[in-house]
């Protein structure tokens, strides 16, 4: 288990880093602090924009992509109206 574990850290150092800070950060009394508050808060933020930002493009798309995609149909002549005629260039 021990050749294990510094073989993950040679491999990943900065996740070894990362998950140090981690658990010191929370060993320490941090956790409950107004600083993680404020993390907490931005990381959810920033995580429902990235979730939201998606789904609403695709809804429009949706949405838009048959008014777009639509050719304009041809309006009938009105009665008694002359039939236009072809232009010859």
């Known amino acids: 288990m021990d050749e294990e574990l510094k073989t993950r850290f040679d491999q990943h150092p900065y996740g070894a880093l990362a998950a140090a800070v981690g658990v010191g950060y929370v060993l320490g009394g941090g956790f409950f602090t107004p600083l993680t508050e404020r993390i ?45 005629q072809p232009s010859v260039a």
């Not at 930002?53 to 995609?69: K, R």
């Open 40 to 84: 907490a808060k931005l990381v959810l933020k920033a995580g429902v924009r990235a979730a939201l930002v998606p789904f609403v493009a695709a809804q429009l798309t949706e949405l838009l992509t048959p008014v777009l995609s639509k050719e304009t149909a041809p309006t009938p002549p009105a009665p008694g109206a002359e039939p236009p």
